[in-house]
Nanobody, 123 residues
Framework: QVRLVESGGGSVQSGGSLRLSCSAF????????MAWFRQAPWKEREGVAT???????YYADSVKGRFTISQDNAKNTLYLQMNSLKPEDTAMYYC?????????????????WGQGTQVTVSS
């Protein structure tokens, strides 16, 4: 059983920052590979950032240089630091976990999802 709970969303102006957190209620957090996804209204859910099994990090091109993913295994928590936010970053942000597709930013590879946290960036 895996339960993921996101927090930290909110409303900011363009150029601002937010830090999202995802608390994972699991038996062994390090067993799972984690990722952040987002879904804007009327758009497909897209991968934002993730790690592979070696710890290499992958970002969507649209967030490279602005977003940073990190993980604290001692706290069972995944983070997404978002800087230089743009209106096009406005979306519901989801934390996801997989047991078999580390390093993937494909939605279909993840079998556990949080409920999401809303991020709204105004111009």
């Amino acid at each position: 059983q895996v339960r993921l709970v996101e927090s930290g969303g909110g409303s900011v102006q363009s150029g601002g920052s937010l830090r999202l957190s995802c608390s994972a209620f699991v038996y062994s957090f390090s067993f799972y590979c984690m990722a952040w996804f987002r879904q804007a209204p009327w758009k497909e859910r897209e991968g934002v950032a993730t790690f592979d099994i070696t710890g290499s990090i992958y970002y969507a091109d649209s967030v490279k240089g602005r977003f940073t993913i990190s993980q604290d295994n001692a706290k069972n928590t995944l983070y997404l630091q978002m800087n230089s936010l743009k209106p096009e970053d406005t979306a519901m942000y989801y934390c996801a976990a997989t047991t078999f597709a580390c390093g993937s930013l494909s939605r279909s590879q993840y079998n556990f999802w949080g409920q999401g946290t809303q991020v709204t960036v105004s111009s």
